[in-house]
Structure formats: C-alpha cells, structure tokens
C-alpha cells in the first residue's frame, strides 16, 4: 500500500471516527457538525500540518548565513540525490532531538533542537540529518504530518464532549443521562488511544526505514548509530516534553509525562536500531 492511500485511509478513518463521537455526543445534529468539522480539518492537516507542528514547538526558521553548519551538510545531501532544499528551523531547546515535516519533499521542512547542534559531532549530525532527508525521500513526512495533527484534534473533540456531558450534554435526552456519564468517560479514554494507535500503525517501522536510507545517503551507518546512542542518553537527562499527537515526528522518542510501557512507544528502541544499523548487538540495552 503506498503512502498516498495510507493518507487517505487515515484520513477516512479519523473521518469516521470524528462522525461516531458526533453521533454519540450530539445525535444527528452532533454528526453533521463533527462531518463539517472533519472536512475542516483535513484541509488544514493536509495544507498546515507541517506549520503546526514547526510553531508547537517554537521552531524558527535560519538562514544559511545563521546557520552554515547544517545548510552546507543538507545542501550537499539533496544535490546528490535529487530532493529539493528543505527548509530549516532550530527549536529553542537543550534536548537534542529533530524531526522533518511537510507535505511533500517540495515543501519540507527540517527542524533540530539547539541541543542537538551542541551535541553531536559533525559526522553525527549528517547522519541525524540523513535520517530526517530519509524521511523526505520515502515521502513519510505528509502521514506523520496529519497523524499529528487529527490526534491532537480527536483527543481535544472527546475532551471537549466529556465535559460537555458533564454540563448536560449536548443531545438533551434525560433517559440517557444516568449512563451518559459512564459513557462520556469511556470516550475521552478510548479517543486518545485509538488516536495514539493509528499513529503507532503509520510511524515505528519508519524509523527503520529512515534510519536505513539515512545510512545509504551517507555510507557512515556508524555516524548515526552514534548519533543515536548520544540522543538517548542525553535526551534523558534533559528530555524535551512533546505531546503524544506529535511525539512520533522525532528522531528519538522525547518525554510523553505518561508511561503506558512498549504499546505507546512510538519509536523502536534505540538498541534494535543500533544493532540493524551496524549488524552487531549494541553495547547497551533499553
């Protein structure tokens, strides 16, 4: 399945999935709005979603001139193998970590933290930056893109009919209101988990993905697993808190404030990667 139907499955489905809480909430009236409100919000994930992500973060765009380190290594990548520039933004935060978005590789866009420029060395960050062109060569950048944004969107529409339930609720049928309450909480649980779930199902195997075009780019596999064993380790010491719409977007796995173990991880662990990028086990577990 190419990622151009993986998109419009995702975004029939989160469709749908937008309809059902509508219904549920709303009745019939609360099913035509939440219909208007998915067409709304298709639009804007697929024509916005890489703004939205870049501005949750404070990312600010660079020039060349600002920041010649990164520009040159891109600029050397994408001439050798056919992408476009992408455009690049700097995240003001220690954390090291980075992250591509956009909806095609003519309008990309590629974002690292201030911590990772202090971190790594400069092999390090081509592979790092390798992986995040990956990305953009394999087209997952548009499904990341939108998986951020219509999570984030469904977790904040059950969020907002469970405390409407709690004011009365918006279908006004009193018969329904001793089981409404129950059923209102199911739904702000089970909204942000299928939302999580879709994005597990389009991002942890694109990481390997990433990671393998990332080396071919360079020819140093071990220039990024480098890259990556520094990230881990330092990242946890000073974790960048992301939320869990947009935690898939990053090269390593940043801080969700909430553990629900190995099922809500959006990353394979930084070990398994390790070992597929350089053949051998890595020297350390996680």
Sequence with gaps: MGNAVKTAFLLAALTVFLVLIGQYFGGQNGMVLALVLAGVMNFVSYFFSDKIALAMYRA??????????????VERMTQRIGLPMPKIYVIPSDSPNAFATGRNPRHASVAV?????????????????????????????????????????????ARMGYWASLFGGMGGRDDDRRGGGLGALLMIILAP???????????????????????????????LASALRKLDEYSRRRPLVATPSTAHLFIVQPLLGMDFASLFSTHPPIAKRIERLTGRPAEFTQ
Excluded at 132 to 149: M, P, Q
Excluded at 204 to 220: H, I, L, P, V
């Design 60 to 73: 600010q765009p660079v020039t060349r001139e600002e920041l010649p380190r990164v520009y040159g290594v």
């Design 193 to 223: 988990v299928a939302a999580m779930l879709i994005q597990l199902a389009v991002s942890r195997s694109r990481e390997y993905q990433a990671d393998a075009t990332g080396a071919e780019f360079t020819g140093n596999p071990y220039a």
């Design 113 to 157: 933290t201030q911590g990772i420029l202090n971190l790594l060395n400069d092999e390090e960050l081509e592979g790092v930056l390798a992986h995040e062109l990956g990305h953009v060569r394999n087209r997952d950048i548009l499904i990341s893109s939108i998986a951020a944004t219509l999570a984030g969107a469904v977790t904040m529409l």
